[in-house]
């Protein structure tokens, strides 16, 4: 007994960098959908990865006797309880047995990302502000990986006609997958980057929210910190390869969250460090566009048209709402279940809604769209928080503030992006958005403790 009693503590601390390795390597894969199984449904390598650190920061507590939660892991916890409450009732709205089956598939996710993001929120504020720059450039680096893999993919697309995806994704997977083919310009094909996600608008939507999160903090960087050029690289590569998804919804969000950062950065954004970068990259893609004029001219004007099937998909999905809320106008027709309604308009199954609000609606109704409304209020008042922290360490002269304020705005910029470029699109049930969540719920208790002490 004496040996055991001695043992354990050691086996605790051997397992906490087990517990860290797992959140930090689900963190960096969130945004790769195409490493995924069909077992038992969809099960992708995030969704694996979450499973174990799962079990993991369980046994974890559990072997300390901790059940504490820092009171954002608490509120973050009262909104699983309440989403969960929402699609549980909307079980009974359930009708074929299809319904269950998505339902079912639906359930899986939510629980395995929203008990993550709390659990995440729990590690953070326990480990501090190097744990959360750590996550942050874990997501930030997942992102841009997934993005190289992009650039790789396009141009063996381009050059030899070849599909990278069958050579390093499929033999692991077992699934078909490769870059989207938007269509054919004079009998050559038009590529859209998806790297490793699901789709071109997805990564758009995806790189946009990165891109406006990172740069008020490159903006705020001094002259000569080790970070400046690295960021400046990466912010400009990740512009080009938003560019290159031709995402007119990735767009929109990278727009909308640079209009939430023009008013506190209007001086920044007007001087050399950003406009240097931003015109090479401009110039590049100008020259690069100039050696194809005609065919570029024509998959701009496909993309800036307003007319034909897919931009009218965008906004017919929308007249669905008053029609499912008439059936069932408080909790929908069940999570995940939209595909089976709109089977009979596309006739294709597991499609799911242009519009994540639409999805809202339609499967969780009134009740469901005013508990996730709360949600979202919730993480701007977090996103809030951090600036107002940022302020207050501004106040006490500590020089951290150049980190944090800049920080609070571009999860404020992330957040605005992301649920403007969801009006025409769906990427918010995916991981990476409980991710984003986790950074913005996390970065209070963060840094908090840097406050002089009365101001926490």
């Known amino acids: 007994m004496a040996t055991l009693a001695l043992d354990r503590p050691l086996a605790v601390s051997t397992r906490a960098p087990v517990v860290e390795a797992l959140f930090f390597a689900t963190v960096l894969t969130v ?262 004029a005609d065919f570029f001219e024509q998959v701009l004007r496909s993309r800036v048209s307003t007319q034909g099937q897919a931009v009218s998909t965008h906004f017919v999905v929308y007249d669905f709402i008053p029609d499912v809320l008439s059936q069932h106008p408080l909790f929908g027709l069940g999570l995940n279940t939209f595909s089976v309604y709109y089977e009979f308009v596309t006739g294709r199954t597991n499609f799911g809604p242009h519009s994540f609000y639409v999805a809202l609606f339609v499967e969780t109704g009134l009740v469901g769209a005013l508990v996730f409304a709360a949600f979202v209020l919730y993480l701007f008042l977090r996103a809030g928080a951090t600036r107002r922290i940022g302020l207050a360490l501004a106040a006490a002269g500590d020089p951290l503030t150049a980190r944090v304020r800049p920080l609070g705005w571009g999860l404020t910029a992330a957040l605005v992006a992301t649920l403007t470029s969801n009006a025409f699109y769906l990427t918010m049930s995916f991981y990476y958005f409980f991710v984003l969540a986790l950074l913005v719920i996390a970065a209070p208790p963060a840094f908090a403790a840097r406050l002089p002490r009365g101001r926490g």
């Open 31 to 292: 945004t790769f959908a195409k490493l995924q199984w069909e077992v038992a449904g969809t099960l992708s390598f995030s969704d694996v990865l979450t499973a174990l650190f799962l079990v993991a920061f369980a046994i974890h507590r559990l072997e300390r006797f901790d059940g504490r939660l820092p009171r954002a892991a608490a509120v973050t916890l009262v909104f699983f309880a309440a989403f969960l409450l929402v699609y549980l009732i909307g079980y009974f709205n359930l009708e074929t047995s299809q319904s269950l089956a998505q339902w079912a598939k639906g359930m899986v996710k939510f629980l395995l990302h929203f008990l993550f993001l709390v659990a995440g929120v729990a590690l953070i504020a326990r480990r501090g502000q190097r744990f959360y720059w750590l996550s942050l450039a874990a997501f930030a680096g997942g992102v841009a990986a997934n993005a190289a893999y992009g650039v790789l993919q396009l141009a063996i697309a381009e050059g030899t006609g070849g599909n990278l995806d069958a050579v390093w994704l499929q033999p692991i997977t077992g699934g078909a997958s490769r870059i989207n083919v938007y269509g054919a310009i004079g009998g050559q094909d038009v590529y859209r980057i998806n790297a490793l996600t699901g789709d071109p608008n997805h990564l758009g939507i995806e790189i946009a929210a990165v891109l406006v999160l990172l740069l008020p903090l490159y903006l705020r960087l001094e002259r000569d910190h080790r970070l400046r050029t690295p960021m400046m690289l990466l912010l400009s590569f990740l512009l080009v390869v938003e560019l290159a998804t031709l995402s007119r919804s990735g767009l929109l969000g990278l727009g909308c969250g640079l209009l939430v950062l023009a008013l506190p950065y209007r001086h920044h954004l007007l001087s050399k460090r950003f406009l240097v970068p931003l015109g090479v990259v401009l110039l590049g893609v100008v020259a690069f566009v100039a050696r194809r």
